[in-house]
């Protein structure tokens, strides 16, 4: 079993996969209407899945506090972007901003995890 963390690069490459992971959960939850639609249903339980994983294999290298809010925020930022073309959800100013604010702060959490620079003293 490989215990060594993965690199902070494919940690945050990792954590972006569960991302999408975790957008095409929620859009299949969404289409399975409480799991009455076997096809969404299962793509759902596949999306879970894989999003759990991946969150996993991110969450060796980054901090939990940092990468599961980012990993949320991606969640939901995505799947109210796409609720509209897929479930003809409106998208309204209002919403347009507040996913700007979330996906604003998502970046800067991601900055926030840089490692600092070794100092010459």
Do not use: C
Not at 29 to 53: D, E, I, N, Y
Not at 85 to 110: Q, S
């Amino acid at each position: 079993m490989n215990t060594k963390p993965q690199s902070s690069r494919t940690a945050w490459l990792t954590l972006l996969l569960a991302g999408a992971f975790e957008v095409g959960y929620a859009l299949s939850v969404g289409g399975s209407h409480a799991f009455t639609v076997w096809q969404w249903s299962v793509a759902a339980a596949v999306f879970f899945l894989l999003t759990l994983w991946a969150l996993s294999q991110a969450l060796r290298t980054i901090e939990v506090s940092i990468g599961y809010a980012t990993w949320a925020g991606l969640g939901s930022a995505g799947a109210a972007l796409l609720g509209p073309l897929f479930f003809n959800e409106p998208l309204t100013p209002t919403k347009a901003l507040w996913l700007t604010i979330t996906i604003t702060g998502v970046i800067y959490l991601k900055l926030a995890d840089r490692q600092p620079n070794p100092t010459n003293t």
